[in-house]
């Protein structure tokens, strides 16, 4: 069984950074692809960022291209995501999921490719 354990989030004022971790459990972790997703109020789930097995391969959603960085350490079990140039609409609470794949570069852009999910990190940006 593998679980996910988000953290790092908080309050933070726009145009500040954040980094979110997420802890999985066990001993198999290099063989998941992860991905992190957000979901605000009133609003559908959204992809964010996925990491490949080897973390060779990243891919992003436009929304937070080249603000948001993605990236793992698999001696530690964690998947990170770096968040800059924060906003308010980034305001959600922010999953992580872990997918099981025999390939080591691949990444996946859509939630139901996910079989497990953390519980969730508040991340709230003020004005």
């Known amino acids: 069984q593998v679980q996910l354990v988000e953290s790092g989030g908080g309050l933070v004022q726009a145009g500040g950074s954040l980094r979110l971790s997420c802890a999985v459990s066990?001993?198999?972790?290099?063989?998941?692809?992860m991905g992190w997703f957000r979901q605000a109020p009133g609003k559908e789930r959204e992809f964010l960022a996925a990491i490949s097995r080897s973390g060779g391969s990243t891919y992003y959603a436009d929304s937070v291209k080249g603000r948001f960085t993605i990236s793992r350490d698999n001696a530690k079990n964690t998947v990170y995501l770096q968040m800059n140039s924060l906003k308010p609409e980034d305001t959600a609470v922010y999953y992580c999921?872990?997918?099981?794949?025999?390939?080591?570069?691949?990444?996946?852009?859509?939630?139901?490719?996910?079989?497990?999910w953390g519980q969730g990190t508040q991340v709230t940006v003020s004005s």
């Open positions: 066990g001993r198999t972790f290099n063989m998941y692809v």
């Open positions: 999921a872990a997918k099981f794949s025999r390939s080591s570069s691949a990444w996946y852009p859509f939630q139901n490719d996910y079989g497990y």
